[in-house]
């Protein structure tokens, strides 16, 4: 490795690939037990193991790219093509959702009432909180490209600014859809809509706080003086992953919350 004459990072050998995998193992054995109300200590314990291997994994990716200088120019065109794939194979995720919500939706068969969304089910308002959240969100995209425009032009208070202003609109976005749930007049067992209702804005309102976090270790990056306008590539990829949660609620709100009255 003190002789490398090639642009690549060869990684080292970590223990973060395989305790990740044990702990999400464990984590979806812990979630099935708990749903099946025998304990949630065992699901608790592995959620924060999960989030501690996170953190672990994600200090010595950062340590690598800012204090080893091993993200060169060829390392950071593949980390670019591989967040490509990843946001790829989350558009798939989703679209498996909007296949089952369309399939119901468009064609109700007798078993369901022959109507949509289904007696006695009563859907959310379009112009209260979800048209709020939709604001919300699209306002979160014009304020992280606002920071990541002042990052480029190396004005990082601006940046930083901006960037908290993200995260704030996130936390706010999350609380509110934690409110809606909490009115809600149906649960997730009561019909096709509600399955689908549920588990569409769930996982999306989990990917808006994976999305929280990932912006938040940015900033904390971005204080440390991590970033400068011509190496930022993680600070970028959390940015096109904000964008990818907004462009889903859109989709989420014209699909299930307008168009499905």
């Not at 969304?117 to 709020?132: A, E, G």
């Amino acid at each position: 490795m003190t002789n490398q004459t090639h642009p690549f990072h060869m990684v080292s050998s970590s223990p973060w690939p395989l305790i990740a995998s044990l702990n999400v193992m464990s984590l979806t054995t812990s979630i099935i037990l708990m749903n099946n109300k025998l304990n949630t200590h065992l699901y608790i314990l592995n959620l924060c193991l999960t989030f501690l291997t996170a953190i672990l994994w994600w200090r010595d990716v950062t340590r690598e790219s800012f204090l080893e200088g091993l993200h060169t120019l060829k390392v950071i065109r593949g980390l670019k093509l591989g967040m490509i794939l990843f946001i790829v194979s989350e558009i798939l995720f989703f679209t498996s959702f909007f296949w089952a919500y369309f399939h119901s939706s468009l064609s109700p068969t007798f078993f369901i009432g022959s109507l949509w969304p289904p007696i006695p089910i009563n859907p959310f308002d379009p112009l209260q909180i979800p048209f709020l959240n939709t604001i919300i969100l699209l306002s979160s995209g014009l304020t992280v490209t606002w920071s990541h425009h002042s990052m480029l032009i190396s004005n990082l208070f601006l940046s930083k600014l901006s960037l908290l202003i993200t995260i704030l609109l996130g936390v706010y976005f999350s609380l509110l859809q934690l409110f809606e749930y909490m009115e809600a007049s149906f649960t997730l067992a009561d019909s096709i809509y509600s399955s689908c209702f549920f588990m569409a804005t769930s996982f999306h309102g989990f990917h808006v706080m994976i999305g929280s976090s990932f912006l938040l270790v940015m900033l904390a990056r971005m204080l440390a003086t991590h970033f400068s306008k011509h190496h930022h590539f993680g600070y970028e990829a959390a940015i096109w992953y904000w964008h990818f949660v907004d462009v889903v609620w859109l989709f989420l709100y014209l699909a299930i919350y307008w168009w499905g009255l």
